[in-house]
């Protein structure tokens, strides 16, 4: 699944910086608010993550693909990648002209920390988990259907469903979004990734408390895990299979894919040929891990059934039967959306059904990523080149984006080795346009990818990208797209921005005199910050806040300290009940903001929050609130009784920090009636 803010199996997607947020969402929320030897030999060191291979000089026919030049490009960089990032292992398959290249395997599948014996990784046998690479075989299975006359696209997901959808706006939902991440969903993370203890029902985890529908669909790209998981149960509904058997039979064994399955557990004839998932080699394998809707992310499969499915997806003889007719294939594999509906978000990277398109040195590429909590993968295949790559690796390694880095390496690395760039086309956009387009585009900007219906909306404080005009009327992207590092960006076509130095494309969106929104992704796109939602006025509001509140807290036995040593009567009794009760506001509001941050670092590691106790944060949460109300009646008494400026000024400053936490609260959803996240 794609990781989250990147999510799992079904995470957010790969390629995408997938973070360790816990301990990130902790400190925003607080101040505001994962050494292998390795199973091939060393040649040359491999470079930097995330440098990819040269291209071939001068953008010429690059090396010949053949299992001899490929295996030696691998073998050259992954182990020393491995053994540098303290990732434990990692499969690799690679396809071209209807054939399987090379599949190579690289570290282990089990390091031996555990006891027993270290396994090398075997691409043959050694199954990794897909994650999100888990789409494309349930985006293959819905266009069977659709080829056989079963779904239609474009009517109403509802006509195959026996659930009712949330629904915010009249237009309805089809398979074309589902697959497409265009529905309009919000995130979802309870659920998503469990252990061997985990029980899978599928109607049930979709039907729960689905998520808020919070985008017109057709219109923002927003990955959702739910939208896939939704097709593929529809999958099951209009076929009468259980889904994880519709697709064995009509997916994964007509394409030659016998060790690979949906099942989970898995079978007993496949659980020892799994991989160990770690987060470094260093540490102790993790369970395996089940996902809670199986459709978006719970594949299994090794390196070479891999190899079978992307040959299946190019079209070329593969297994018993072809997964799908070329009409149909070709439909899967062409941008599902126009600017009918995404205006000129069209003209920028744009899904398939299934597909993200990531293109690179002119040739077209479709591919997907995937993240588990310890897998991370990338299948890329080249349709009018007739060739594909596929890589899973089974740790995080020790640094927060070395899974990313690393598969960006490979993937980047292969195009540039294999089919290196032409000369790029240069601007069609005049400089005075450009001037205007790019004041238009500045400022502060959010993931779609988002929570907005409960408490979780306050995440969003996290990650957010500020664009501002620099030099020339280019574009500074901090942090720049899929990255954590700036990026500049320059105007190529009319609301099309290409980054300097780099091929990543953008494209955005204007009304109202202001750029709405940013797609930089097939399935991604940054939306305008609002004012009152932006971190310039939350982060201090919440923060002084906060401090404010703590050092009244500490105050209270401090100044009972004081008053007995200095002999100083008790503060009379009037105003008595105001002070107790803005008292219990102080504290009500220090220990939900408490409660907040340890119930989100527990649920971006996806380990659930029992419900009651979130209720009980937002009783802490809301006494808080009604506490605005006797702190304002402790100012006033403290006022009319001419209590001495420094008590006035104490009981101004509680009540300020009372209504800013109170504010906080409810502009970033503490307070709202849903808690399922």
Known sequence: MRSLPRPAAGSPRSGRPSVRLGAVVAATVVIAVSTAGCGAPQHNPAPPIGAPAAPAAGGGAGSALTDTDVNAWLDGLLPAALDRTGIAG????????????????????????????AVPVDPDRHLFRMGSVSKLVTATAVLQLVQSGKLDLDADVETYLDFDLPRNYER???????????????????GLIGTDDATVDLRKALATEPPEQIYEPGTVPAYSNYSNALAGYIVERVSGTRFEEYVQRNVLDRA???????????????????????????????????????????????????????????????GFAPLLDKPTRDLMQRPALDSTSLGTLADGPRMTLGFFTEDRNGHRILGHGGDTKYFHSHLQIYPDDRAGIFLSLNSNGSGALDSQELRESIVNGFADRYFPAGDQAGTTVDGATTATHAALAAGTYESSRAIRSNFLTAIGLVGRTTVSVTDGNRLLMVPGPLSDSPAHY???APWVWREVGGQRTIAMRASDDRVEAISFDSAFTLLRVEPTRASALAVPVLAVSTVMLLLTVLSWPVGAIVRRRLGRAPRDRAGRTARILSRLAVAGTLLAFAGWVLSIITIM????????????????????????????????????????????????????????AGWFAVEFQLLAPSISY
């Open 90 to 117: 990692a499969t690799v398959a690679v396809v071209h002209d209807g054939k399987i290249v090379t599949t190579r395997g690289y570290g282990y599948a089990d390091t031996g920390a555990d006891g027993d014996p």
């Open 172 to 190: 309805a939902v089809t398979l074309r979004h589902l697959l497409t991440h265009t529905a309009g969903f919000e995130e979802r993370i309870a």
């Open 490 to 492: 320059e105007e190529v």
């Open 605 to 660: 590691s996806l380990q659930d929050v029992p419900g009651a106790l979130l209720r009980t944060i937002q009783v802490l949460q809301l006494i808080g609130l009604l506490g605005v109300l006797p702190a304002t009646v402790r100012l006033v008494d403290d006022v009319r009784h001419h209590v001495g400026w420094r008590r006035i000024a104490g009981s101004g400053l509680i009540l300020l920090a009372l209504v800013g």
């Open 256 to 318: 030659g894919m016998p060790s690979s399955t949906f099942e989970q557990p898995l079978p007993a004839a496949l659980r020892d040929r799994m991989s160990n998932g770690y987060d470094t080699s260093a540490g102790p394998a993790a369970p395996f891990e089940i996902v809670g809707t199986p459709p978006p992310g719970a594949l299994s499969a090794p390196a070479t059934d891999m190899a079978r499915f992307m040959i299946a997806q190019l079209g070329e003889p593969v």
